[in-house]
């Protein structure tokens, strides 16, 4: 497999390389690369289905670290919420770089493998009986019935929400900060109650947003959004289809895949540039971003995996998948499942990225079409700057002498700047309207001879 031509970290082994691309930080993959050259491990061994290894720790028991290599996936017994875990990640650096020889399997290794192949079957059979439903055998008017009760239960939701709102800005923001988790999950809950999770979800956001100098601003933003929302809804039948279906998108309607599936697909190569795993009330989700070679056209590709269940990791960061991405309805929406068509290794892909100012113009123009966006993929062309002051954030600087502020991904920014060595660079993130998130580096164009 070649070299991914997009890098946080300076490797030249292709499979140590694919290896590290799966840490979710770079302490994990520091720790990863003490670990597996640390002498901790004992009873390593291999089968057809996976690796796995006891690794010594702090606990009195050595750690269960089991692998599945057809999914690059693993589980382990440490405390660590980090997936994967430094323990899976140092297992396969063991495999890759030494080798492990061909033994019996654990009864801790056979159970997993066991539970995670049930799971599986599970899904499967939960897959194919909503195919089933949705193929024609259910009763249109029943379906009729149980859309315009939903339809009914979130309007009441949101005529609640809508007097909540109101009170919050009658009441002032100030005490917001000190409400606490408990004063959103409330009103939370009853979105919830109301099948209105994505509104549920904005909720228990908030307060993440109610802390620095510029919280009440933040603050007010969301609420106001959330109002917007409101009233889009309450005029839902009166929106042009693509603006309705990004509000039934961000009140939580849901839409099956065997639908999106039945959609145009958008023909390309499709490089995966990145993923971010995050973790919200013990949900784990992973997106990767994919950016289209011949249209330019940006997606991003959705897992998520409730406590137990195995996170899907058919699309992974280096792929290049070679056919039909079906985006899902709405105006402005990213997300896409992949249809036909085949993955294979990446090729060298080395897009310059732009300066902020036309990465600001494109966030307006996400906006236009969706008001609730919060996020955008870009890929600007700058040079990282350090703070000259403890305290401040590191911030990227465009040729025309532009800067916006990095995030912290869990990435050592001095990384950017070995990158760089003072020139610009192609940084890929997300955009946070006027924050970027650095994901990844994207080579440098190579000299191709005349």
Same mark, same amino acid.
Request: hydrophobic share 45%.
């Given at each position: 497999?070649?070299?991914?031509?997009?890098?946080?970290?300076?490797?030249? %082994?292709?499979?140590?390389?694919?290896?590290?691309?799966?840490?979710?930080?770079?302490?994990?993959?520091?720790?990863? @690369?003490?670990?597996?050259?640390?002498?901790?491990?004992?009873?390593?061994?291999?089968?057809?289905?996976?690796? *796995?290894?006891?690794?010594?720790?702090?606990?009195?028991?050595?750690?269960?670290?089991?692998? #599945?290599?057809?999914?690059?996936?693993?589980?382990?017994?440490?405390?660590?919420?980090?997936?994967?875990?430094?323990?899976?990640?140092?297992?396969?650096?063991?495999?890759?770089? %030494?080798g492990i020889g061909v033994a019996a399997e654990p009864q801790f290794v056979t159970r997993?493998? #066991?539970?995670?192949?049930?799971?599986?079957?599970?899904?499967?059979?939960?897959?194919?009986?909503?195919?089933?439903?949705?193929?024609?055998?259910?009763?249109? %008017?029943?379906?009729?019935?149980?859309?315009?009760?939903?339809?009914?239960?979130?309007?009441?939701?949101?005529?609640?929400?809508?007097? *909540?709102?109101?009170? @919050?800005?009658?009441?002032?923001? !100030?005490?917001?900060?000190?409400?606490?988790?408990?004063?959103?999950? !409330?009103?939370?809950?009853?979105m919830v109650d109301a099948q209105a999770p994505g509104v549920a979800g904005t909720l228990?956001?908030?307060?993440?947003?109610?802390?620095?100098?510029?919280?009440?601003?933040?603050?007010?933003?969301?609420?106001?959004?959330?109002?917007?929302?409101?009233?889009?809804?309450?005029?839902? #039948?009166?929106?042009?289809?693509?603006?309705?279906?990004?509000?039934?998108?961000?009140?939580?309607?849901?839409?099956?895949?065997?639908?999106?599936?039945?959609?145009?697909?958008?023909?390309?190569?499709?490089?995966?540039?990145?993923?971010?795993?995050?973790?919200?009330?013990?949900?784990?989700?992973?997106?990767? =971003?994919?950016?289209?070679?011949?249209?330019?056209? =940006?997606?991003? =590709?959705?897992?998520?995996?409730?406590?137990?269940?195995?996170?899907?990791?058919?699309? @992974?960061?280096? @792929?290049?998948?070679?056919?039909?991405?079906?985006?899902?309805?709405?105006?402005?929406?990213?997300?896409?499942?992949?249809?036909?068509?085949?993955?294979?290794?990446?090729?060298?892909? /080395?897009?310059?990225?732009?300066?902020?100012?036309? $990465?600001? !113009?494109?966030?307006?123009?996400?906006?236009?079409?969706?008001?609730?966006?919060?996020?955008?993929?870009?890929? $600007?062309?700058?040079?990282?700057?350090? /703070?000259?002051?403890?305290?401040?954030? =590191?911030?990227? !600087?465009?040729?025309?002498?532009?800067?916006?502020?990095?995030?912290?991904?869990?990435?050592?920014?001095?990384?950017?700047?070995?990158?760089?060595?003072?020139?610009?660079?192609?940084?890929?993130?997300?955009?946070?309207?006027?924050?970027?998130?650095?994901?990844?580096?994207?080579?440098?164009?190579?000299?191709?001879?005349?």
């Open positions: 497999m070649s070299e991914p031509p997009f890098t946080l970290a300076l490797m030249s %082994d292709p499979a140590r390389a694919q290896v590290l691309r799966l840490a979710p930080d770079s302490a994990s993959m520091v720790a990863a @690369q003490r670990l597996a050259r640390s002498g901790s491990w004992r009873d390593v061994g291999g089968s057809e289905r996976g690796i *796995w290894g006891l690794c010594a720790g702090s606990a009195a028991a050595p750690y269960e670290t089991v692998v #599945d290599l057809a999914g690059m996936d693993g589980a382990c017994t440490c405390p660590s919420r980090k997936r994967p875990c430094k323990h899976v990640l140092a297992l396969l650096l063991l495999w890759t770089d %030494d997993w493998f #066991d539970r995670r192949s049930a799971a599986a079957q599970r899904a499967a059979t939960t897959i194919r009986g909503g195919t089933e439903r949705g193929s024609g055998l259910a009763d249109p %008017d029943a379906a009729a019935k149980r859309a315009a009760e939903r339809r009914r239960r979130v309007d009441l939701g949101l005529t609640e929400l809508d007097t *909540w709102l109101r009170d @919050q800005v009658r009441a002032g923001l !100030a005490t917001l900060p000190r409400a606490g988790y408990g004063h959103f999950d !409330a009103v939370a809950a009853r228990r956001g908030i307060p993440g947003e109610l802390v620095g100098a510029d919280w009440p601003e933040r603050a007010l933003h969301a609420l106001g959004g959330l109002r917007l929302l409101v009233r889009a809804h309450q005029g839902l #039948d009166r929106l042009p289809p693509d603006l309705a279906a990004t509000v039934r998108s961000r009140v939580g309607y849901p839409v099956s895949k065997d639908e999106v599936l039945r959609g145009p697909g958008v023909a390309d190569r499709w490089h995966a540039l990145a993923a971010v795993d995050t973790i919200e009330f013990q949900l784990e989700s992973r997106r990767v =971003w994919l950016l289209g070679e011949r249209t330019g056209r =940006w997606a991003v =590709w959705l897992a998520f995996a409730v406590p137990g269940q195995p996170m899907d990791t058919s699309v @992974q960061p280096g @792929q290049l998948i070679d056919g039909d991405l079906h985006f899902y309805p709405g105006s402005g929406q990213h997300r896409a499942l992949v249809g036909a068509g085949r993955r294979t290794d990446p090729v060298p892909f /080395p897009p310059r990225g732009e300066g902020l100012a036309e $990465v600001r !113009a494109a966030f307006a123009e996400l906006l236009a079409a969706d008001p609730w966006a919060s996020r955008m993929p870009a890929l $600007v062309r700058g040079v990282p700057v350090a /703070p000259d002051e403890p305290g401040r954030p =590191w911030l990227l !600087a465009d040729g025309a002498g532009e800067t916006c502020s990095l995030e912290d991904a869990g990435t050592d920014p001095w990384m950017l700047l070995a990158h760089s060595c003072g020139d610009p660079i192609s940084v890929f993130g997300e955009w946070h309207g006027g924050r970027l998130l650095p994901l990844a580096v994207l080579a440098e164009p190579a000299a191709v001879p005349a």
